[in-house]
């Protein structure tokens, strides 16, 4: 039943948000999960020039379960491209097994 | 000193966290982490038959750590047959090495 | 372009959170993630000898994505070390693939 996928994790400003989920929703991706999260790069600056330090939770975590590493790296690609020359942000995989999915159909079917 | 364990995720609408602890209490599992979460699945419906968007973090990702992969699928299915035909939901599973864990003992002992 | 990392992950109490961030800063690792996070360890007790069911996102879950399994090691026992005794708490690593990291340098260089 467990079945392979690549979690893609992609760490970055909270500001890139509703973009970063048009990206994925556009690549086939059947959906991500977001957290609010704080934290702080190397540099401690961000591309508002305010150290991250000062307003802790203005990142945010995104992940998403993609069926192939291709799918995985071809987001992170798109996203890096976009963003990553303008804003901070870190993207990683890690593997994982998806055993159990389901997406609710509502009361007009799915 | 390293440990091997199976973390379980289960992301899922926000609802479901007290059953869901129950079961991973149930299920032998010494804790569990939960954090707020919003995202959105491929269908962008819940099962309150409001698009996830609107209300962005109604969702929880519930991370556990268990001693076996048997322990993991053992907790997701039960909860996704308890629960993922009438709500959205994911689970899957990733290797991990517990490093450190500890357990803090109150003033009356362990 | 994948570069392996070692993802080491921290729950533990949030008042901790600054004092880790200063172990993580000073063990040379580039930056972390902090996530504000609710559970429940196997005794349901806390350092402040409150369950922890009653102040449910008093934990934080802390990642850091390390160069080598050693420094995720050095940076584990430090914390262990340092806190474990008195407050609850996990450190765990996962295995993980940096597809790209950026950090944004400012109007005054880097």
């Given at each position: ?14 500001v ?47 992940e ?47």
């Amino acid at each position: 039943m467990a079945k392979p996928a690549s979690k893609l994790v992609i760490v970055t400003e909270k500001v890139l948000l509703k973009k970063i989920a048009k990206i994925i929703d556009e690549s086939g991706a059947t959906g991500y999960t977001a957290v609010d999260a704080g934290g702080q790069g190397s540099r401690n600056v961000r591309s508002t020039g305010h150290p991250s330090v000062s307003d802790h939770y203005s990142n945010v975590k995104i992940e998403v379960l993609t069926e192939s590493r291709d799918m995985a790296m071809k987001i992170s690609d798109e996203i890096a491209t976009q963003f990553f020359d303008d804003y901070s942000g870190i993207a990683y995989i890690c593997e994982a097994e998806v055993l159990s999915a389901h997406k609710f159909c509502g009361p007009d079917g799915c």
